[in-house]
């Protein structure tokens, strides 16, 4: 009992020490938006130090605590801060440090377009590389010149784009694990890993049509900016030749070779100062944070809505939650104040019935309001599902979309418990199908039947949606959904997206549907983002009493999605939903 009651104590002490330093990074993070920014300066976008996230967040208090160093800023808010700096007579220019990138394709893309704008002023965007990877070489590419460091030692990591599937068929039949998959659509490829041991043929046709649609949208960018060609590109990576600085240098991917002096005294010349010491660097985080703020003087309101994270059933503060983003969206509608409306969608999908019941709340917003979305790294399956009828979509050439699919995953362990446990189970029932979920029997033939049928009615929904949304004939949207993803680009093509575009752009088109002038002037206009960024505080209490967990050693790695695949069925299964639109991976690009 004594041990108990010390151990309560001990606990709550550590919260409240948790929590009183939650209370003083919030402090000390409202604080820093009041310091002052040097007279004259460089805006240093440092890729290691700063992550750009779909919408600004709070700072993780234990994150702090662990020494994280890492500044998270909103996509927003960035574009923001590179458009003020380019007004700003202060900042004499942009330094890019783009090794350690962090952010997805479409992220990378919408900070090239700020970068190329940024140049538009007459004032330079300066990159400097040491171990590039694609990402962060691309993001390089906006810049005015690419200096590299003339040190060896390094390990350049450009070496294209690629996925990876996993497939768990043999492990699961090891421990007895029957995953009975049904699916409407020939590449809906989600629950694929968990009952074959390779991929099917149409799943490896979508992926390496992926593939070759994200790197064709990479290439022309390097292309087009170091110009250099499309042969000579392919052939540096698939030949390996970029190894050491001088080869970068030598094939015309990089401007000059400099020691860390030689290029301190490059940016002190750049910025007009005597000595690199006298140079006054401005982080990107402290810069957005003192330059980029709501102009509550503005009369009339633009509303942006993130939905970012998977979709989930209930209200939970935690990714795409179907019945809490239904109220967030009856709000915004009931608001007066806002005129327009963007979507921002970065999303794999999830649950149908949140999915549906966000759109739904979306179709009664836009009976009265513009709605316009904009599409970040993801916006398939359920992320398609509640944006199709925007009356227009601006998605990133890299964005992966479509996935117009539903699939039905349902595992059964009854082969574990006698294999593994030597459980045996016995039901007992008034009916015969009373036992259908109980995850410890297979389906009988009846059984399947149903369940397929319910899937089959939910795509032929999900059809008729998408065809509404956007004016297509049926037949043709079943053409091109079978639960196929697309890129951005070939999503244009195709008829499912009507511009590659930004947010800002989205923004901008947003506010000229009903602005009196017709103009996307921001001027007189107040962003404002939905849902409400979740306090230090309260990141602080949801990690004690949530009891998340996260995928540990697999995270980063092929088996997060196979984790992340069936955590969703589990989350969803578990108030009785055994339907899901979702994305059966994510792609990261290095």
Known sequence: MLLAVICGL???GFIVFFLFSSMLAAFSLAGSSQAPLPKSGVLLMDMSKVAVTEQRKSADPMAMIQGSSIQTVG????????????????????????????????TVEELRSSLEKFRLSGKPVISYIENPTTGSYYLSTAADKIYMTSHPGGTPMMLGVGSQLIFLKDILDRLGVNVQLIRHGKYKSAGEMFVRSESSKENLEQNQAMVDAIWESISEGITSSREITSEELDAALEELK?????????????????????????????AVVDEY???????????????????YKAKDRVAVIYADGEIVDGAAKSEVAGDRFADIISKVRKDEGIKAVVLRVN???????????????????????????????????????????????????????????????????????????HVNVTAVKSHSHADMYSLMRPFDSRELQVQQKLVDDIYSSFVSNVSGGRSLDPDYVDSIAQGRVWTGSEALEIGLVDEIGTLEDAIHYAVSLVSTSGSGDLEGWRVEE?????????????RFGSGSTDAGIFSGTP???????????LRSSRSGNYVLARMPYVIDFE
């Open 10 to 12: 001990f606990i709550a």
């Open 75 to 106: 996509l927003w808010q960035t574009v923001q801060a590179i458009n003020a700096a380019a007004a700003d007579p202060s900042v004499k220019y942009i330094y890019l440090k783009s090794d350690g990138l962090s952010s997805d394709l479409a």
């Open 242 to 270: 970029l190894n050491l600085p001088q080869d970068f240098l030598d094939l015309g991917f990089v401007d000059e070779l400099l020691t860390i002096e030689e290029l301190r005294s490059k940016l002190a010349d750049l």
């Open 277 to 295: 010491k006298d140079l006054q660097f401005i982080g990107l985080a402290e810069y957005a944070s003192a330059k980029v703020f709501p102009d």
């Open 347 to 421: 999303s794999p999908g999830g649950s149908v019935i949140a999915s549906d019941k966000i759109k739904n709340e979306l179709d009664l917003l836009k009976a009265e309001k513009p709605l316009v979305a904009s599409y970040g790294g993801y916006a398939a399956s359920g992320g398609y599902w509640i944006s199709a009828n925007c009356e227009h979509i601006f998605s990133d050439a890299g964005t992966l979309t479509g996935s117009i699919g539903v699939f039905s995953m349902i595992p059964d362990f009854s082969g574990t418990a006698r294999k593994l446990a």
């Open 530 to 542: 939905y849902p409400r960024p979740v306090s230090s505080m309260e990141i602080l209490l949801d």
């Open 559 to 569: 088996f997060e999605n196979a984790a992340s695949a069936m955590q969703s069925f």
